[in-house]
């Protein structure tokens, strides 16, 4: 039985409309799903092993909802001369928190419905207790915008380095 033309385009516009729609899905799923990375920044060891792979949500970008203590992964700042694109390091104050490193003591006062908290000391069991990081006075940490550090610490690195604006949150680490 012969084709009839009208069979011929309904199945060109179907699959067509198939392909289209794999394509949009495949595009959306490498934009905001799971990216598997190369892990080759040392300033997160020993918690981060050099030469690994890493899984990073990409979707885990706002500053709202990311964690203290969550590792992300973010461009590093334009005036940083590096071989690399990307940094990874620890969330420590999100917005509105101010926190102060005093003698190698991190200390964090949450901001919670729009009122600041009793300002606390933050556990950090990942550090290297050999590392001799540089104090800092209490920063607020701006809108739009997470205060992160490195697990090694014994790097002297400006301030501003590890004020990361949202736009530069490339996901969250995922283990």
């Known amino acids: 039985m012969p084709m009839k033309p009208r069979d011929i385009i309904s199945s060109a516009i179907f699959y067509t409309g198939l392909v289209g729609a794999t394509l949009l899905l495949v595009h959306l799923g490498t934009k905001y799903g799971i990216e598997k990375v190369p892990q080759d920044f040392t300033r997160m060891q020993p918690r981060l092993e050099r030469g690994g792979h890493l899984f990073v949500n990409k979707r885990a970008r706002d500053p709202e909802t ?34 102060e490193l005093t003698g190698s003591k991190l200390y964090r006062s949450e901001r919670r419905e729009g009122k600041l908290e009793a300002k606390q000391p933050v556990s950090e069991s990942y550090l290297n207790p050999r590392d001799r990081p540089g104090d800092f006075s209490p920063l607020i940490v701006p809108r739009n915008t997470v205060l992160v550090l490195f697990d090694s610490r014994d790097h002297r690195e400006p301030l501003r380095d590890f004020l990361v604006p949202a736009r530069a949150i490339h996901g969250r680490v995922v283990r």
């Not at 992964?73 to 917005?95: C, N, Q």
């Open 66 to 99: 990311l964690d203290y203590g969550d590792i992300i992964m973010y461009r590093r700042p334009l005036w940083k001369r590096a071989s690399y694109e990307y940094e990874f390091a620890r969330v420590v104050g999100k917005p509105g928190d101010v926190v």
